[in-house]
């Protein structure tokens, strides 16, 4: 392959993988897709290719849409132990933002809800929502109808606004407040100020500190409440879980708020917020390794501010 060939494709590399991770919420996987698209890129007959750029995002959407078709990623995401992997802020990976949905579109929530839609209806959703493609040219990516197209989108778009915890935009500032407040929270010994921080309706999905082998759920303020206060309640097991005592940084994680645990320069676990109102809506409690390895390495290249506490 020559290298105008090699360029045009790195020209469009940065986009094609944030479509992907939109499309399959894991960055592991999303880089595996490209990197399936640059190989098909490479045996293709390009000469014959008129518009480049549409080949390849059809090419890509397609690859996704099979990888979220596929049996083992049924199996793995139906075990109930699946969560998007967490992208720091600035992530390349993370893709548009200029516009509300753009950065709506990347958010934990909406990846977690985006489980709930057929590969088809994900794909075109994000298109539209993500990339502002229009209905006819997403008809011929996904080999569909423009008003199927239609359809899929408003299905989806309709599902994610019902289901939807909190969607208020949060500036790195507002972002610190929340956090410093929540952490004083937890770690006060009272739970009652941690329920007053939180919506009504308000919901927590966690990992379990990665070892669970489903999600723990909740979806009471009582009980989310007494869950973030046992979480962050210091025992021995947990530092030596931990691998010492960690320190709590502010973080953007996915356009949220998060509070990042770190040991010695190392992330390992994450809490992201969904805000509205003021108030928390959602937690996302994130620690298993493999989900937070690339959030690892750009925090290797971040230079974050003081954390707010360490002692734990």
Not at 100 to 117: G, K, T
Not at 286 to 311: F, G, K, S, V, Y
Request: aromatic share 6%.
């Amino acid at each position: 392959m020559d290298s105008a060939a090699i360029d045009r494709f790195e020209a469009s590399r940065g986009r094609l993988a944030s479509l992907a991770y939109r499309l399959l919420g894991s960055a592991a996987d999303a880089e595996d897709a490209v990197q399936d698209l640059f190989l098909r890129w490479q045996a293709a007959d390009r000469e014959r290719i008129e518009a480049p750029e549409a080949w390849l995002t059809k090419v890509v959407t397609n690859l996704c849409v099979d990888r979220l078709r596929s049996a083992q990623t049924r199996h793995e995401r139906a075990a109930g132990a699946w969560l998007p992997e967490p992208l720091l802020e600035g992530d390349p990976m993370l893709g548009p933002a200029e516009t509300f949905e753009q950065r709506e579109s990347v958010s934990l929530a909406v990846l977690i809800l985006m489980e709930r839609l057929s590969p088809v209806e994900r794909a075109a959703y994000v298109l539209r929502e993500a990339f502002s493609y229009p209905h006819a040219e997403i008809a011929g990516f996904l080999g569909i109808s423009e008003s199927a197209s239609q359809q899929h989108v408003h299905r989806a778009r309709r599902r994610i606004t019902a289901e939807r915890r909190g969607s208020d935009e949060v500036d790195a500032a507002s972002a610190r407040r929340i956090v410093e407040e929540f952490l004083a929270a937890a770690t006060s010994g009272r739970t009652e100020r941690l329920v007053a921080m939180l919506t009504a309706d308000a919901t927590a999905l966690s990992d379990g500190y990665g070892l669970a082998r489903r999600l723990l759920r909740y979806s009471t303020r009582e009980r989310i409440a007494a869950y973030v206060r046992a979480g962050f309640r210091p025992t021995p097991a947990k530092r030596r879980l931990a691998g010492g005592s960690p320190a709590f940084h502010v973080a953007l994680v996915n356009g949220s708020p998060a509070v990042l645990a770190a040991v010695g320069g190392r992330v390992v676990g994450a809490v992201a917020f969904a805000i509205s109102n003021g108030k928390v809506a959602s937690l996302h409690g994130i620690a298993a390794a493999e989900r937070l390895a690339r959030l690892n390495e750009a925090w290797r290249q971040h230079e974050p501010d003081a954390p707010i506490t360490t002692a734990w």
